[in-house]
């Protein structure tokens, strides 16, 4: 019987190890980046730093290198910030769609809007995926520590803080984004987030996250609510039930499934986000643009119902 011969992208992802919030915010706080004007993207995006791609330049498609890179963290965290930003637009831009009437194209917006926010979350739980040569370059700032010599530990040699770049042999899609961020989150501790919203994202399928998307996208014949002509209005459209897990796994068909998921993991971005802040007062500007902009009733009507700042 043939074995299955793993691929970069797989191995890259099995070395993404356990991580603890508590221990990631204080690596954030020692890196704060400068924001400037508020809600502005960084100065410098990740895989254009030239630290980046030297470092980028030493992993191989069989090994990855590990340094710590000056800027990395900076950059990664502004990346994240920026975008929890744009997700906050884009679910915003989704529930107004939902609540006029327009649920099949709210599913797409919000599809986008999820997108957005596992990237920034990613970003929050120290893991970046910029582009090198064309291909994917997996950047965990919390990898594992090489263990210290018995004689090194008697010196009291503390274990360096590093960071791991390793190949991914593809260019990323939003196939491998999913698959990331279920990674991360399965080997995480992170005790902010609700138990049920865990639960949730890690029962689903890679598939799953885009499938309306998709049907909406690329199946001519597909038009998932009777709302192509006349506005198909529903105040419940988008508010979780109570069981979020059974949401999220039900039928995708005539279903709220992708704005649930949208709002979700925009919820979930959040939370860390305001953690970072609450313990920092670097970022007390941006946590404020973001609070009004996500307390604006007409701005954000499902999300300022149904699931609260933070």
């Keep these: 019987m043939a074995t299955h011969r793993k691929t970069d992208f797989e191995r890259a992802i099995e070395r993404i190890r356990a991580r603890t919030w508590s221990a990631l915010i204080r690596e954030w706080i020692a890196h704060i980046p400068d924001i400037d004007p508020c809600g ?17 330049k030493q992993a191989t498609d069989d090994s990855p290198y590990t340094q710590d890179v000056p800027g990395v963290r900076e ?33 797409s917006g919000a599809y986008h809007a999820a997108l957005f926010a596992a990237k920034a979350t990613m970003r ?83 598939g799953d996250f885009a499938w309306q998307r998709n049907s909406i996208h690329y199946n001519n014949c597909v038009w998932i609510h009777n709302d192509l002509h006349e506005f198909l209005v529903d105040e419940s459209f988008g508010v979780p039930p109570t069981d979020l897990r059974k949401a999220l796994e039900g039928s995708r068909d005539e279903s709220d499934f992708s704005l649930i998921l949208g709002l979700t993991l925009f919820k979930l971005g959040l939370i860390l986000f305001d953690d970072i802040a609450a313990n920092t007062n670097k970022l007390r500007a941006e ?24």
């Excluded at 502005?40 to 980028?56: K, V």
């Excluded at 307390?295 to 300022?304: A, F, K």
């Design 287 to 310: 946590r404020e643009l973001l609070h009004r902009t996500v307390t604006d009733t007409e701005r954000h009507p499902i999300y300022t119902q149904a699931y609260g700042w933070s």
């Design 75 to 107: 950059l990664l965290l502004g990346e994240g910030v920026y975008l929890l930003h744009k997700a906050a637009h884009v679910i915003g831009a989704a529930e107004l769609h939902a609540r006029r009437g327009m649920q099949t194209w709210s599913l």
């Design 40 to 56: 502005s993207p960084p100065s410098e995006r990740l895989d254009a730093l030239y630290t980046f791609q030297i470092a980028a």
């Design 124 to 206: 929050f739980l120290g893991i970046g995926l910029p582009e090198y040569a064309s291909k994917g370059v997996l950047v965990d700032i919390c990898p594992e520590l090489p263990t210290l010599s018995s004689k090194q530990r008697r010196a009291g040699l503390p274990r360096s803080p590093t960071i791991e770049f390793n190949r991914l042999g593809v260019r990323p899609e939003n196939k491998h984004i999913w698959r990331i961020l279920q990674r991360v989150i399965n080997v995480s501790r992170i005790d902010p987030w609700p138990m049920e919203c865990i639960a949730a994202i890690r029962r689903l399928d890679p």
